[in-house]
């Protein structure tokens, strides 16, 4: 019923930019609480940045200066801007969705399939 779609995502090179958006549907995107997170290869899925349906961010100090999460309520889209890629950004980066609030843990009900960042060295 709920259906998250990722887009943006790309391959850069090393102090590039892009800016991934995360398209819903399928439930009241305005009262759902919205996280990005990311996993690359043989790690952990971690969390990057969540906000709140009034637009209360939270997100992990690797982002500061870089990145920058935001949502466009009327047209049920999360964007997750990213300036100054380090080849350590490189990894899947999945956008989530639930109805009550998970923060930067990866607990969350509503999941899409991902987009690829790839930041060349």
């Known amino acids: 019923e709920v259906q998250l779609v990722e887009s943006g995502g790309g391959s850069v090179q090393s102090g590039g930019s892009l800016r991934l958006s995360c398209a819903a549907s399928?439930?009241?995107?305005?009262?759902?609480?919205m996280a990005w997170f990311r996993q690359a290869p043989g790690k952990e899925r971690e969390g990057v940045a969540a906000?709140?349906?009034?637009?209360?961010?939270v997100d992990k100090s690797f982002v500061k200066g870089r990145f920058i999460i935001s949502r466009d309520n009327g047209k049920s889209t999360l964007y997750l801007q990213m300036n100054s890629l380090k080849p350590e950004d490189t990894a899947m980066y999945y956008c989530?969705?639930?109805?009550?609030?998970?923060?930067?843990?990866?607990?969350?009900?509503?999941w899409g399939q991902g987009t690829q960042v790839t930041v060349a060295s």
């Open positions: 906000i709140t349906p009034d637009g209360i961010i």
């Open positions: 399928g439930y009241t995107y305005s009262n759902y609480y």
């Open positions: 989530a969705a639930d109805s009550v609030w998970w923060g930067l843990v990866p607990r969350y009900k509503y």
